[in-house]
T-cell receptor
Framework: IAGITQAPTSQILAAGRRMTLRCTQD?????MYWYRQDLGLGLRLIHY???????GKGEVPDGYSVSRANTDDFPLTLASAVPSQTSVYFC??????????????FGPGTRLTVL | GQNIDQPTEMTATEGAIVQINCTYQ??????LFWYQQHAGEAPTFLSY??LDGLEEKGRFSSFLSRSKGYSYLLLKELQMKDSASYLC??????????WGAGTKLIIKP
């Protein structure tokens, strides 16, 4: 693995189903983030983790949960998907959560459609 | 509230210079980032400013005025591959990035 990867690349999901988006980085970055990107809107932070074992809520956390059991992995779970969660989801990581070390590296994204 | 404003779309000619402006209003300020995002791809880092002034990096330069809550990205010698969206983001007091909606830059031959 080089950098940050996400899976799946795209997914069509029925409303009410549970879904986990996977994110893995091999840069030994401490901080990781989940964003959603919708047309006409900026990237919006869903959840973040400043270090393994800790997580925090971002701007739009409702309907999503995360865990950070180790440094490399940061999965995002939709417990019961709704159509408004149709979006492109980006995972990102940074060396630290602060200042110039906050330069974030992004995964390729997951395009999720909830019907 | 927190707000980042940048133009929705700009058009420029290959070989020319373009300036993309960004104004920000965030709770606290720990720096201003610019990212480039090609259609269908992930954002990639371009620049970071935390002090006032101009930072030059090849064909791209970024300027910051903290007192005015203002930044711009200057792209010189435009190439067709520069057609992309340019995202402005402010790092707030909680070290979270607040993102603008992005400026779509269209380069014409």
């Amino acid at each position: 693995i080089a950098g940050i990867t996400q899976a799946p690349t795209s997914q069509i999901l029925a409303a009410g189903r549970r879904m986990t988006l996977r994110c893995t980085q091999d840069m030994r970055h401490n901080a990781m983030y989940w964003y959603r990107q919708d047309l006409g809107l900026g990237l919006r932070l869903i959840h973040y983790s400043n270090t393994a074992g800790t997580t925090g809520k971002g701007e739009v956390p409702d309907g999503y949960s995360v865990s950070r059991a180790n440094t490399d992995d940061f999965p995002l779970t939709l417990a019961s998907a709704v159509p408004s969660q149709t979006s492109v989801y980006f995972c990102a990581s940074s060396l630290l959560a602060g200042g110039t070390y906050n330069e974030q590296f992004f995964g390729p994204g997951t395009r999720l459609t909830v019907l | 509230g927190q707000n980042i404003d940048q133009p929705t779309e700009m058009t420029a000619t290959e070989g020319a210079i373009v300036q993309i402006n960004c104004t920000y209003q965030t709770s606290g300020f720990n720096g201003l980032f610019w990212y480039q995002q090609h259609a269908g791809e992930a954002p990639t880092f371009l620049s970071y400013n935390v002090l006032d002034g101009l930072e030059e990096k090849g064909r791209f330069s970024s300027f910051l005025s903290r007192s005015k809550g203002y930044s711009y990205l200057l792209l010189k010698e435009l190439q067709m591959k520069d057609s992309a969206s340019y995202l402005c983001a402010s790092l707030d007091s909680n070290y979270q990035l607040i993102w603008g909606a992005g400026t779509k830059l269209i380069i014409k031959p």
